[in-house]
């Protein structure tokens, strides 16, 4: 009787105590492993760049390991929906751009995924600029001349671009339609790949971001034609802006964030958006990626969330606009 009244007591005090300790596993600091960041594109881009930056960063805050994954294809596409079908555990972050999250959905009939719905936003990185570049030995030194020569030879001129659906596609079929000209579109798996075809000859221009275009200018290796921002790059300034080349109100920008599959734990994402704003504050880190042509603008998940609601809303009217459809 002892036995038992003693086994009741022990069993009583784990029934007791099993939530305390699945509390206390639960309240284990986060990361407790290696967290993985996705770039929705190749090596060598922009936009890997700053996540390889991001990635030493939160490495060395929280001494685990964080891994940057290169996922291209798809226009991005492909790497974004991995996120997607990752475990909502916040163990895989997202890189999620002006082509994964506003241009692709807005061009599609059928969206593979709902940009608002399907993602917990935790902040914006950066903006920038798109540059429309030439190879050096087209002979049209100016964005004029450009226009004239693509007028003058309908469908004979191509571009390159980080894929279809993605900010440098549109970009360029939106500046096309303005212009009134008719290029010949060669997608690729990232701006890295095309850029160097472009370098090569095998591509007449592109409209890639500062953050890649600016070196390879300044090196004489591709010819700056515009700036498609508002006002002269200090990185570029001796390369006008489309608006002072003739055409009046024409910005477009690239931009940058960290997402994760929707789900993930409130707290979690607390701590993604208040680490990752810190490190993006500091001095050293803000003037690496700004020193690229970036602009860096981190903020609150809720600020994020309605920025990309904007720029969707923006480039359905582009789309629109410019009757652009993708199959």
């Not at 290169?70 to 991005?76: F, H, K, M, S, V």
């Not at 996120?83 to 506003?102: E, R």
């Not at 160097?196 to 592109?206: C, E, N, P, S």
């Not at 607390?270 to 990626?289: A, C, E, G, H």
């Amino acid at each position: 009787m002892k036995t038992l009244t003693r086994r009741c007591c022990l069993f009583s005090v784990f029934i007791c105590v099993q939530p305390w300790l699945m509390n206390v596993a639960l309240a284990q600091p986060y990361p407790t492993k290696p967290v993985r960041i996705i770039v929705p594109f190749a090596p060598g881009g922009g936009l890997d760049t700053i996540a390889r930056l991001l990635s030493q960063r939160l490495t060395d805050s929280w001494g685990q390991a964080v891994i940057v994954e290169n996922r291209p294809g798809a226009g991005g596409q492909i790497g974004i929906e991995s996120v997607l079908k990752a475990p909502a555990d916040g163990y895989t972050l997202g890189i999620g751009t002006i082509s994964t999250l506003a241009i692709a959905p807005a061009t599609q009939l059928k969206p593979r995924y709902d940009p608002i719905r399907d993602f917990a936003h935790v902040t914006l990185i950066s903006t920038v600029p798109y540059v429309m570049v030439a190879h050096p030995a087209l002979p049209a030194p100016t964005l004029a001349q450009f226009v004239r020569l693509a007028r003058a030879r309908p469908g004979e001129l191509s571009y390159g671009s980080a894929g279809h659906a993605t900010g440098t596609h549109l970009t360029a079929e939106y500046f096309s339609s303005v212009a009134g000209i008719k290029m010949i579109h060669v997608p690729y798996k990232g701006d890295a790949p095309a850029l160097i075809d472009l370098m090569a000859g095998q591509i007449t221009t592109g409209f890639f971001t500062m953050i890649i275009s600016a070196t390879h200018i300044r090196g004489g290796k591709l010819r700056g034609l515009a700036v498609m921002s508002r006002e002269r790059s200090r990185e570029l300034p001796n390369v006008p802006t489309a608006i002072e080349s003739g055409y009046a109100g024409f910005s477009a920008e690239s931009w940058q964030g960290i997402s994760l599959r929707a789900g993930v734990a409130p707290d979690i994402s607390r701590k993604l958006n208040t680490d990752l704003v810190r490190i993006l504050n500091t001095p050293q880190v803000r003037n690496s990626i700004e020193a690229q042509g970036n602009s860096v603008n981190p903020g609150t998940p809720q600020d994020f969330e309605r920025f990309i609601t904007d720029e969707i809303a923006k480039w359905k009217k582009v789309i629109a606009d410019a009757g652009i459809r993708i199959e």
